[in-house]
T-cell receptor
Framework: DTAVSQTPKYLVTQMGNDKSIKCEQNLGHDTMYWYKQDSKKFLKIMFSYNNKELIINETVPNRFSPKSPDKAHLNLHINSLELGDSAVYFC???????????FGPGTRLTVL | EDQVTQSPEALRLQEGESSSLNCSYTVSGLRGLFWYRQDPGKGPEFLFT???AGEEKEKERLKATLTKKESFLHITAPKPEDSATYLC????????????FGSGTRLSIRP
């Protein structure tokens, strides 16, 4: 049974489009995260939510808008996609902070 | 500024050849140092948490240690299946929710 799942796994789209990535965790954790991993494999935090409340917004362009409808879900909507948005996006969750995080399989976004 | 630096960037070893990976950190009031393993095309997988200098944790062929400025991941008699990227991470001083990752060490074990 998958602990942290993301959809879609691959996303190929044109510049200027709007897209969403969905994340769900079935671990009962209270904290969820979005990370961006660039082509050099550097993993950088974007957002952190605790019990549906935004805790961390790490200087991400406002084209990126996270939304947490409940504790188990954290979605990421991206407007007006740019070439530089191409990366792998990981969702993660933890119980409390700081604590070990469980990562999803990632969504590889390619902007053409 | 909080920072995590890992070295070497890449390491190639022969099967059975032991070595160590380094993670240096600069953060005030360390609230834990985390090690993760990442296989190609997958998300990072948690390995260890260390909280205080002198602490050690082991799992199979891996042993993590912590000092006041750095952590080491020792790999004893590695096997090809240990090949992966190893990441270390620390919570930022400003917020325990903000986890800062190092750039990782890409480990390759030749049979």
């Amino acid at each position: 049974d998958t602990a942290v799942s993301q959809t879609p796994k691959y996303l190929v789209t044109q510049m200027g489009n709007d897209k969403s990535i969905k994340c769900e965790q079935n671990l009962g954790h209270d904290t969820m995260y979005w990370y961006k991993q660039d082509s050099k494999k550097f993993l950088k935090i974007m957002f952190s939510y605790n019990n549906k409340e935004l805790i961390i917004n790490e200087t991400v362009p406002n084209r990126f808008s996270p939304k947490s409808p409940d504790k188990a879900h954290l979605n990421l909507h991206i407007n007006s996609l740019e070439l530089g948005d191409s990366a792998v996006y990981f969702c993660a969750s933890s119980q409390g902070v700081p604590n070990e995080q469980f990562f999803g399989p990632g969504t590889r976004l390619t902007v053409l | 500024e909080d920072q995590v630096t890992q070295s070497p960037e890449a390491l190639r070893l022969q099967e059975g050849e032991s070595s160590s990976l380094n993670c240096s950190y600069t953060v005030s009031g360390l609230r834990g140092l985390f090690w993760y393993r990442q296989d190609p095309g997958k998300g990072p997988e948690f390995l260890f948490t260390l909280y205080s200098a002198g602490e050690e944790k082991e799992k199979e062929r891996l042993k993590a240690t912590l000092t006041k400025k750095e952590s080491f991941l020792h790999i004893t008699a590695p096997k090809p299946e240990d090949s992966a990227t190893y990441l270390c991470a620390v919570p930022a001083y400003s917020s325990a929710s903000k986890i800062i990752f190092g750039s990782g060490t890409r480990l390759s074990i030749r049979p």
